[in-house]
Structures are given as C-alpha cells and as structure tokens.
C-alpha cells in the first residue's frame, strides 16, 4: 500500500504563494486518484480538489477554483498543491490523501502541512 | 456545496454506544453509496472507520458500524472505549467529481 509524506510547515506572507508536496512511498500515483483536504484551526475538515492518475486531470471545490493548482512530477511520485495570494484565511493543515480509483474512500493520509500566514 | 450536518458533540459512559448522525441531501447522502466516515485524534491526521456506508476497513474494530436512511448516514460506536474520543466526519459524494465533509462531532468518553 502507498505511504504518504508530507513537506515541512511552511510560514508565509499575506499575498505570497505556497506549494506542499505530498511524496508516495511504496507505489507511484498513476495507480490512484490525490485528494487535498484543509483543516483551518479548530475547523472541520473541508474537501479542495483531486488529482487523477493521469497526472493532468484534475477537479477543484467550487471554493477553490482559481485559488488552488495541482500538478505531479513525471515520475508520478510527487504531487504538489498551491495556493495562491495568500490571506489570513488560508492558514490551515493541508493533507493529501489517496483514493484507489472508483471506491469513494481516503486512505492513507498525509501527516499533514500546517501553513501559516503573517506579516 | 454545503456541509454535511453532524451535531457538535456526542458523549457516553465506558461500555455504552452512541450514534453520530450526518444529514445531507438527495444529491450527496441521499443519492451516492459513497459514505464514510473518519475519526481524528487531536494532532493526528484522520483515519477512516467507515466506508460504503456500512463496511469497515481490515483493522478496524468491529465496534464501530454504519448505516444509512434516506438523506443522513449514521455511525455507531458500541462498548465505548476511552480510545475513542476524538472528532468524527462524515464525507459523502456529491456528483460531478466532487466531495462533501460534514461539519465534525466531537465524542467524549464521560
């Protein structure tokens, strides 16, 4: 089964952008779909986009659109998530999660990237 | 699309059981099989209990079970064990590629 490996927190400023990376260990993810999933402080948790194992198609959250880019290496070991001008709001834990494909469930997780903004 | 709706906290005595709701709509509970749920220490990133409404990932204890009627799933943890408390969410298709979180319950073992 893949293992899930997270970049380090990571502290921004207000309109700067941010790229976390979530590494697959133990199988590539042409084999599953890459959910990102973000969890601002105290919050629940709130569904962003997928990345397909086709590694360019992808699906946002309506809230996300425009605001949020995945993209994969070509190896299809490495997924990365950004968000753009940053604001107050966006400082959350963001995970990564894969889905085998068609089965509706996340597992395994990410440990998770707590990203902070201040100026 | 909107939250799924869970209430904010749920508790029980060791041994008990409890039963979380999550009430959506016929366009993600109501209409997709497509149900889980995960629970979530603190610190931890989550882990699913649930899946397919009512089948339970290899590992997973048997205390916890799924189900559904209508509009809302529900999740019930039997023999309520200190181990459990934490935050559960449910999460549910919602058609055109996209999923829904409900809003988290929080569970304590009194």
């Known amino acids: 089964q893949v293992q899930l490996v997270q970049s380090g927190a990571e502290v921004k400023k207000p309109g700067a952008s941010v790229k976390v990376s979530c590494k697959a260990s133990?199988?590539?993810?042409?084999?599953?779909?890459v959910h990102w999933v973000r969890q601002a402080p105290g919050q629940g948790l709130e569904w962003m986009g997928v990345?397909?194992?086709?590694?360019?198609?992808?699906n946002y959250a309506q809230n996300f659109q425009g605001k949020v880019t995945l993209s994969r290496d070509t190896s299809a070991s490495t997924v990365y998530m950004e968000v753009s001008s940053l604001r107050s709001e966006d400082a959350a834990v963001y995970y990564c999660?894969?889905?085998?494909?068609?089965?509706?469930?996340?597992?395994?997780w990410g440990q998770g990237t707590l990203v902070t903004v201040s100026s | 699309q909107s939250a799924l709706t869970q209430p904010a906290s749920v508790s029980g005595s060791p041994g008990q059981s409890i039963t979380i709701s999550c009430t959506g709509t016929?366009?993600?509970?109501?209409?997709?099989?497509?149900v889980s749920w995960y629970q979530q220490h603190p610190g931890k990133a989550p882990k699913v209990v649930i899946y397919?409404?009512?089948k339970r990932p290899s590992g997973v204890s048997n205390r916890f079970s799924g189900s559904k009627s209508g509009n809302t799933a529900s999740l019930t943890i039997s023999g309520l064990q200190a181990e459990d408390e934490g935050d559960y969410y449910c999460?549910?298709?919602?058609?055109?590629?996209?999923?829904?979180f409900g809003t988290g319950t929080k569970v304590a073992v009194l």
């Open positions: 990345m397909y194992p086709s590694g360019v198609d992808t």
């Open positions: 999460c549910s298709y919602g058609g055109r590629s996209n999923y829904v």
């Open positions: 999660a894969t889905e085998v494909p068609y089965t509706g469930w996340f597992d395994p």
């Open positions: 133990g199988n590539t993810f042409s084999n599953y779909y």
């Open positions: 397919d409404v009512t």
């Open positions: 016929s366009s993600d509970v109501g209409g997709h099989n497509f």
